[in-house]
């Protein structure tokens, strides 16, 4: 268990820094991607090694694939109204929503 | 049964009063005018009935009270009541009030013709008539207040009836601001009073604090402040009401300024009806002034003595014909307050307050009458000084007649009404209290003096213009039958149907009484006849003789200006400058720190919301991490264990 927890660390650090650095938006959306997914691996492990019996934790990961799958599609689409605004994805040029 | 149809006396004049003052606009020419003197004629028909009914049909001492409803009810004790309170004082006064008022319509259709408000006018009048009759037929003292206001706010909006006018606007603010002062003590003083003796109701006010029955057992507790019993406070507190409703010194400074409303106005509302309000109100409670608080009939007597000779000197001076004729009401008015205070003085004769309200009687005709003269020759003349009039006497005879009876009836030559009243109050007067008498003789002989320089001005002083100025018929009229009443009205035997008690009151008339003031007058007469008759130089002689004292006479002892004096000078720099500052620098201060402050921190803050999404969710990432570290610190042993 305890390497499927530190495949799992891994992965949300990775996305993590990845959403921080990465200038571009479809990069941090898939550093996202990458957070969720961490998340859905501890849900199985621990489901899978603590209780057995049960399958609540494999419901929440199928939960969050379907989430996941339309938090993607909503953000595509502001990416896309974004490029047709602003002519780039540049997390940096698109910094208008300001005081 | 006839009784009754006393509702329909306050009913009819609501009914016009609202009509005409939706549809008043849209009736054409004088219909309004019409409208309006037909419900008030209604309504003097009625008023007539009912005092016949009362008088001559019943034994006329009876006191009945109709369609009494609790209207506000406080506690089992203390409730407001509406009802209409019939007695001999109040059909007296419903008589009076009925009558000058539909005289007044009558003339008001022709005088006003052409103005552009006209049925607001109307509606106007209406308006004041419903509330000066429900004032006189209220049942409750809080009712009798109610009124009391209405009767203020109309007589408000017709003083302003040329608003167009400043001097008329000022004027109207004057009359309201200072009777609303005047009105303060009155609500306090029912106030107090309907703590003191648990009720509102006038007839059972009256039996609670008059009767010895009730008074000896000690139901009723006088609380004493400062050596005076609560109750005379407030009975004094409500004659400042009425004081201040009848232009009594010194707040009478209001009255002479109503004049600018409209000529007809002031004949109805500020000489016959409105202004003896104040008179009606302390006759209408005088079984407990005259029981319970003789002193503040003392005060009455004196305030009332005073502004009578004080308004007759003024009277003297003036050059404004509508202003002397204010002046002589204020003097008139405190002819009849001091007839109502003298019974203080006189070991339980109740004279006075006969002679008084008798005098309120006569002086509605007569007054009424010589204000509508005054219009008619304002009318014909456009102008209110005397200085443009003169030798009118073949020009207008009908009112040359009617201004002269009036004069005379005024100035207490017999055998014209004014006579029998004023004889009556200068006998009780005599009776109770010698300096006031001889004071009152004075004055007598002071009206006199000013009323026919006032006559002697219009009609004579220069030769007679032959140009026959048109008296319409509408003008006429009123002219002739109120002359009639002038006439007329002193034969009225008053004491037979107006008394405190049930007893009546024989108005009896001594010679070597009635040779004093008619001999005064006559003198009187003699020197305005001397002095006016034609152009003469002795007025002015008289003036540079005593020249200060003409002078402060004719500013009218400077009474406007000590009051511009207090309220700008004292109150306005005293009081109200302090509180604006407070208000101005404490309290909009406050506010204004706190949003000053929201500001400039808004303002500090604002560069961390810099649109760029990473550094918002750095800020988040670092707000989680904080609050987790300080949840594992708090609770962290938890988990452990």
Known sequence: ???????????????????????NLITMLISIELILNSVNINFVAFNKYLYPQQLEGIFFNIFIIAIAAAEVSLAIAIIINLYRKFNTIDIEDTNTMKH | MAMNLSILVLILPFLTFVGLAFFGKRLSGITAGIIGSISTGIISLIAAFIAFNYWVMSDGKSTMILFNFPWLTFNEHLAINMGLLLDSLSIMMVAVVTFVSFMVHLYSIEYLKGEERYGSYFAYLSLFTFSMLGLVLSVNIFQIYVFWELVGVSSFLLIGFYYQRPSAVAAAKKAFIVTRFADLGFLVGILILSFEAKTLDIPMLIERLSSPDTLTSGNIKMHMVGGLSVISIAMFLIFIGGAGKSAMFPLHIWLPDAMEGPTPVSALIHAATMVVAGVYLVARLFPVYFVLTPEVLHIISWVGIISALLAALIACTQTDIKRVLAYSTISQIGYMMFSLGITAYSHGETLGYTASLFHLFTHAFFKALLFLAAGV????????????????????????????LATLAISGIPPLSGFFSKEAILTATHHANPVIFWLAVIGSSLTTFYMFRLYYLIFWNKPAEHHRHHEHALFSIPLIILTLGTLLNGFIPFGQFISVGLEKVQISFELGMAAVPVGGSLLAILLATLWYAKSTSYPDKFVSLLKNFYRWTYRKFYFDELYQFVTHKIIFNLIGRPIAWFDRNIVDGTMNAMAWGSMYFSQAIKRIQSGNVQSYTMYFLGGVIILLSILLYAYGYNLIN
Do not use: C, D
Not at chain 1, 7 to 16: D, V
């Open chain 2, 377 to 404: 020759i304002i009318h014909a003349v456009h102008s209110n000084e005397v200085a443009q009039m003169g030798g009118l006497r073949k020009s207008l005879p009908t009112t040359h007649i009617a201004f002269l």
């Open chain 1, 1 to 23: 268990m305890l390497h499927i927890l530190i495949l799992s660390t891994a992965l949300f650090f990775i996305g993590i820094y990845g959403f921080f650095t990465r200038r």
